[in-house]
């Protein structure tokens, strides 16, 4: 189960990404990489789950922050998959969480 606020902070998510530009710079993925672990780390300190929904939520968000340092890593060609992996990631939220 995921509460109303978790669901507003990972629809946040999408706003620096442009899944359609992928003519940016290495910068550019630094910058949205930077203000999506800022929304992660909203989501973290809302957090009141506790046991296996804390665990698997956590999880999820493990995965993310894995996209997130690929992005903010000095390879462009990396940076590039790894946010095609992070919309992937974002997407499949309601698939785990209610």
Request: aromatic share 8%.
């Amino acid at each position: 189960m995921a509460n109303t606020s978790r669901r507003l902070g990972l629809e946040k998510m999408d706003e620096p990404i442009d899944p359609m530009d992928f003519s940016e710079s290495i910068e550019d993925y630094h910058r949205q990489g930077d203000q999506i672990l800022s929304i992660i780390y909203e989501i973290q300190s809302s957090q009141t789950l506790s046991g296996q929904n804390n665990e698997e939520l956590q999880k999820y968000i493990n995965l993310l922050i894995e996209e997130v340092n690929r992005m903010k890593g000095n390879d462009i060609h990396l940076a590039k998959n790894a946010k095609l992996n992070l919309i992937k990631t974002i997407a499949k939220f309601s698939l785990y969480f209610e």
